[in-house]
C-alpha cells in the first residue's frame, strides 16, 4: 500500500508543479548596548516569532554605545550590509532623518488609526520618536537619571535613608562623610562619561538649554549651564567624586564601596543582580537645581526601520510595533529598568499594571516622568563630535584641570563650529 505522502508527491509531479513551504522573511536587526538589551532582544524576538512564524529575526552584531551604533549605521547606509531594523539613540534619530536613511512611518501609523492609541501609543509617546514631524520611529525604551544610594553608608555617617536628599547641596555634604570612612570608600559616583546625556540633566534640572530656540546660538554655558558644571566641580572637591571610568564606578557601587551612584535607570537590573544582598539598596529621584522649572533629558532608543523592500517593510512594521508595544515593555521593564514606553503596558495588570507595586526600587524612574522631555539633538552630520568636545571638557572639571567656567566657554567655542552654516 503506498503511503498518503507518497501519493500527493506523486501526483504533485503528475500535474506539472512541486510542492514549496511558503518563503520565510529574514529579518537583520541591529541594537546597542548587549549588556543591558541583550536578554531583552532574545525575549521578544523568541516571542515575535513564535507569533509570527513567517517572519524570522537575525541580529547584527550589537554596539557597545548609542554612538558606536550611530557610526555603524551611517557608514552601512545604502550597502548591503545595512540592517532591515536598527535600535537607535532618541538623540540620534535626527542624524538618520536629515539625511533620509530610515522609512518614513507617519504614514503607516496614520494608516492604523485608532488601533495604535488602542496599543498604548499615545500621542506623547509617539512624538518621543519625531524629528519635526516626522515619525523616524517609535519609542522603545525610555530613561531618566535617577539616584542610586547605599543605605547601609548612609546609616554609618548619621543620615537616614528613608528620607533621601532632595538637593544637590546634601547629596554633597552626605558623600563628603561618606568619603571620611575611609577603607577606599567613595562618596559619589556621577556617570558623566559617553554623551552629554548627564550633564544635561544638570543644565535641564537647572532650566537651561543647549541652544537657542533658533539653534544659531550655543547657550548651555549660560547662567544655568554653570550652575550644573559648579554642581559637577562640587561632587569631586567637596563630595568625593573620584575619575571613574563607567565600568569601574559600577563595580565600585555594586562592591559598597560608593555612596551615591547616578545614571540611567535602565542599569537598575544590572544593578540589583551587581549588589545582591552586599547591602541595602535603595533608589530615589534625582535633585534638580531649580526644582520649579527644573526638566530631565530622556534618554533611551527607539526602533527604527531602514529597509524599503515591500516585503520586509511589512515584517519590519509587524517586528517595530510588537517590540515598542505593550509586550516589548513589559519585558523591557523588568528586565532593565527603563520606564514604561506604552501606556497600556503601564496601566494593565496583564503587562506591568501590579509590577511597580511589587517593586519599589523601579517607582524612581516612574514618579520622573513628568518631567521628562526630548534629549537634545544637536542640528547636521557633527553630533557625535559634539558630544565628545562636551564629554572632554566635563573631563577637565573632574579632573581639576579647569575651572567650570573655562571648560563650559571652550566647549562651547568648540561646538559653534562644529554647528550646520546658516
Request: glycine letters at 10%.
Amino acid at each position: 500500500m503506498i503511503h498518503f505522502k507518497k501519493l500527493v508527491a506523486i501526483a504533485a509531479i503528475g500535474m506539472g508543479f512541486t510542492v514549496q513551504a511558503h518563503a520565510e522573511t529574514v529579518l537583520t536587526v541591529h541594537y546597542p548596548m548587549p549588556g543591558f538589551f541583550k536578554d531583552v532582544m532574545d525575549t521578544i524576538s523568541k516571542k515575535f516569532m513564535e507569533e509570527n512564524p513567517g517572519i524570522k529575526i537575525q541580529f547584527a552584531s550589537p554596539s557597545p554605545t548609542y554612538e558606536d551604533g550611530i557610526q555603524t549605521i551611517m557608514r552601512q547606509a545604502g550597502t548591503s550590509e545595512m540592517p532591515d531594523v536598527t535600535f537607535t539613540g532618541l538623540n540620534r534619530l535626527r542624524m538618520l532623518e536629515e539625511r533620509k536613511i530610515p522609512v518614513d512611518l507617519t504614514l503607516l501609523v496614520t494608516k492604523e488609526g485608532a488601533q495604535m492609541a488602542e496599543q498604548g501609543f499615545s500621542d506623547t509617546i509617539l512624538k518621543l520618536a519625531q524629528v519635526k514631524g516626522v515619525q523616524v520611529g517609535l519609542a522603545f525604551a525610555t530613561s531618566t537619571p535617577i539616584m542610586y544610594y547605599n543605605a547601609d553608608l548612609i546609616r554609618k555617617v548619621g543620615g537616614n535613608p528613608d528620607v533621601p536628599p532632595k538637593t544637590w547641596d546634601e547629596v554633597i555634604a552626605l558623600g563628603d562623610k561618606i568619603k571620611k570612612l575611609g577603607d577606599g570608600i567613595e562618596g559619589i559616583d556621577f556617570r558623566w562619561q559617553g554623551d552629554d546625556w548627564m550633564f544635561s540633566a544638570l543644565l535641564f534640572g537647572a532650566g537651561g538649554t543647549m541652544l537657542s530656540a533658533d539653534e544659531t546660538k550655543v547657550t548651555f554655558n549660560g547662567p544655568e549651564g554653570l550652575k550644573g558644571a559648579e554642581i559637577l566641580s562640587r561632587m569631586v572637591k567637596e563630595g568625593g567624586l573620584p575619575v571613574f571610568t563607567k565600568s569601574a564606578g559600577e563595580q565600585a557601587f555594586a562592591a559598597g564601596k560608593v555612596g551615591f551612584e547616578f545614571q540611567t535607570t535602565g542599569a537598575l537590573r544590572n544593578t540589583i543582580k551587581n549588589v545582591g544582598g552586599k547591602f541595602d539598596l535603595r533608589t530615589a529621584e534625582i535633585p534638580l537645581i531649580d526644582p520649579v522649572n527644573g526638566k530631565l533629558p530622556t534618554g533611551g532608543n527607539a526602533v527604527v526601520i531602514l529597509t524599503h523592500d515591500k516585503d520586509k517593510l511589512d515584517a519590519a512594521w509587524k517586528f517595530a510595533k510588537f517590540a515598542a508595544g505593550p509586550y516589548g515593555a513589559s519585558v523591557v521593564v523588568p528586565g532593565t529598568g527603563y520606564v514604561p514606553n506604552n501606556e497600556l503596558a503601564a496601566k494593565s495588570p496583564k503587562y506591568l499594571g501590579d509590577f511597580y507595586k511589587e517593586n519599589p526600587l523601579f517607582q524612581a524612574g516612574l514618579k520622573q516622568m513628568p518631567r521628562m522631555i526630548p534629549w537634545y539633538a544637536f542640528p547636521g552630520s557633527n553630533g557625535v563630535k559634539v558630544t565628545q568636545t562636551i564629554v572632554e571638557n566635563l573631563s577637565r572639571i573632574v579632573e581639576q584641570s579647569a575651572t567650570p567656567k573655562e571648560a563650559l566657554d571652550d566647549a562651547a567655542a568648540d561646538v559653534a563650529d562644529l554647528l550646520p552654516r546658516s
